[in-house]
């Protein structure tokens, strides 16, 4: 009953910057935390970074300083600001969402990805 829908991947070059962004609809009382994960070929997902409700933020050290999160409670939406992209930022990006549900009780829910190319 909840969806989380990822958007704002596109190819660009290094130093360029994006904003993903992470819409959740459904039955949704509130949203607990919005995690980024990432992924690249060969290579084990990623946690990116973490939003909790209160604002608090945690960064992987590979991208701090350069990704800020942010959150629009009141439209269950988050956004992931990318800048200084480099080539190893180059993945499948994924919204992941601990999800307070309008009728009580929690759900995880994973976004589809969207692709992230960071190359010359």
């Known amino acids: 009953q909840v969806q989380l829908v990822e958007s704002g991947g596109a190819l660009v070059q290094p130093g360029e910057s994006l904003r993903l962004s992470c819409a959740a609809s459904?039955?949704?009382?509130?949203?607990?935390?919005m995690n980024w994960y990432r992924q690249a070929p060969g290579k084990q997902r990623e946690l990116v970074a973490v939003?909790?409700?209160?604002?608090?933020?945690n960064y992987a050290t590979s991208v701090k300083g350069r990704f800020t999160l942010s959150r629009d409670n009141a439209e269950n939406k988050g956004y992931l600001q990318m800048n200084s992209l480099k080539p190893d930022d180059t993945a499948v990006y994924y919204c992941?969402?601990?999800?307070?549900?309008?009728?009580?009780?929690?759900?995880?829910?994973w976004g589809q990805g969207t692709q992230v190319t960071v190359s010359s």
């Open positions: 459904g039955n949704i009382l509130s949203i607990y935390a």
């Open positions: 992941h969402a601990d999800i307070i549900l309008v009728a009580g009780g929690l759900l995880d829910s």
């Open positions: 939003i909790t409700s209160d604002g608090s933020t």
